[in-house]
């Protein structure tokens, strides 16, 4: 559960870029539905880049649906779900001590304060990539394709309705 948050708040990292004051791209996040496929590579020790996953992003406000890993993770802020469709199983609980580990639209409105661990490797008007120095002897690669900026839709798509689940979920509320 915690890699699932870890690759989640280093995609969102990827957004930011380093030696500047501003990034337009996330400026414009604010008020805006946006969505993106990920993909994320890590090296540690100077070894090349190796694939660890990717996915896609949905994010809006304080809410974000994120789904890699065979997991899907939805939060309206206050409650998180992760479900895993394979094995049927669903996880909900209190969104309580918010980092930018376990919310992307915290870490959105807080970029620049990353900005001088990652160096932007290449941008355009739809995708970013990006490296993020995690420590010396780790770097994480984010390649971020896709970045679509609609009109807020509202909050319906970050909850879920446990009844919809039916009986094919075992769910543990942790709430």
Do not use: C
């Amino acid at each position: 559960m915690k890699r699932v948050f870890f690759i989640l708040s280093f995609i969102l990292l990827t957004f930011s870029a380093g030696a500047q004051q501003s990034i337009a791209l996330l400026d414009k996040v604010e008020g805006h539905r946006v969505t993106f496929h990920y993909t994320y590579n890590l090296s540690q020790n100077g070894d090349p880049f190796k694939p660890v996953t990717d996915g896609d992003v949905t994010l809006e406000g304080n809410n974000y649906v994120m789904e890699g890993l065979g997991l899907k993770v939805i939060s309206d802020g206050t409650t998180r779900w992760t479900l895993d469709e394979s094995a049927g199983e669903a996880v909900v609980e209190n969104v309580e001590k918010e980092d930018i580990f376990t919310n992307p639209a915290l870490f959105i409105s807080s970029y620049r304060n990353y900005m001088d661990r990652i160096k932007v490797n290449s941008q355009g008007r739809d995708e970013l990539d990006v490296t993020l120095t995690l420590d010396e002897n780790t770097l994480a690669r984010f390649v971020l394709k896709n970045i679509s900026f609609r009109f807020l839709q509202g909050k319906s798509d970050f909850s879920v309705d446990e009844k919809s689940l039916g009986e094919k979920y075992l769910v543990t509320d942790l709430r």
